[in-house]
């Protein structure tokens, strides 16, 4: 039976690296600076402070601060010319279209931006469905990736059973709890390598932890090791 695939986006279909991750720290730090009304340094410090304890910096300001998660969202994501600053090697595009199964993106940026991607980048016609850090909150509270209660929900709304779905994903940890509920888990550390803005700036790419099924750096190489399970 062919597997349903779940994508993330940031540093897994692109470099989001060398595009995305530097800009959007300014822009967050802006937003907090303006509307906190904090000093600069204060900012900064309150967005990486967030981005640590709960995996999120929004997490922290709705939590702590009232902040509208729709607003925050909107404002830190403009990125003007976002569209010209993106790369995605041509043969992991083609590579992407051609994988069978289903496939969606799961991502924990917001639903506007995650689709000015996957335009710029050719690739909204690979995807079912976009499930975006909106569609990521369970009983009121968002609960966007590693939450093992938002993929429980996210899996029951969309019909996936866990047993035929793979994550593919940049981040260890939103792996670990995707493993956890029976999904298969592929690590891309193709973009990970001098990441000082990403989740994964410090940790090893050397070795495979338990809950990693397998470790890639082409999206291409998901052909052979789906081949190999089939």
């Not at 607003?71 to 003007?80: D, E, G, K, R, S």
């Not at 993106?105 to 689709?115: E, G, M």
Request: aromatic share 6%; charged share 25%; glycine share 8%.
């Amino acid at each position: 039976m062919a597997p349903i695939w779940l994508f993330d986006l940031d540093n897994t279909l692109h470099d989001a690296s060398r595009a995305v991750f530097g800009r959007l720290n300014v822009s967050m730090t802006d937003y907090i600076e303006q509307h906190l009304g904090v000093p600069r340094d204060e900012a900064d410090r309150l967005r990486m402070h967030y981005w640590r304890r709960y995996g999120a910096t929004l997490l922290g300001l709705e939590r702590h601060h009232g902040i509208r998660a729709a607003h925050f969202l909107a404002q830190t994501h403009v990125l003007p010319g976002l569209e010209g600053q993106l790369h995605m090697p041509k043969v992991d595009r083609v590579a992407l279209a051609r994988l069978p199964g289903r496939k969606f993106l799961l991502t924990n940026a917001p639903a506007d931006y995650a689709k000015r991607v996957l335009t710029a980048l050719d690739l909204v016609s690979c995807f079912e469905g976009v499930i975006a850090i909106e569609g990521m909150r369970v009983f009121g509270d968002l609960r966007p990736k590693p939450d093992a209660r938002m993929l429980r929900v996210v899996l029951a709304r969309h019909r996936l059973p866990a047993s035929r779905c793979v994550l593919v994903e940049d981040t260890v940890a939103n792996l670990k709890s995707a493993r956890r509920l029976g999904l298969r888990t592929v690590w891309m550390q193709h973009y990970l390598q001098g990441n000082p803005h990403g989740p994964e700036a410090g940790v090893s790419l050397h070795g495979r932890p338990p809950w990693v099924c397998a470790r890639i750096k082409k999206l291409r190489a998901l052909h052979a090791w789906h081949a190999g399970r089939a």
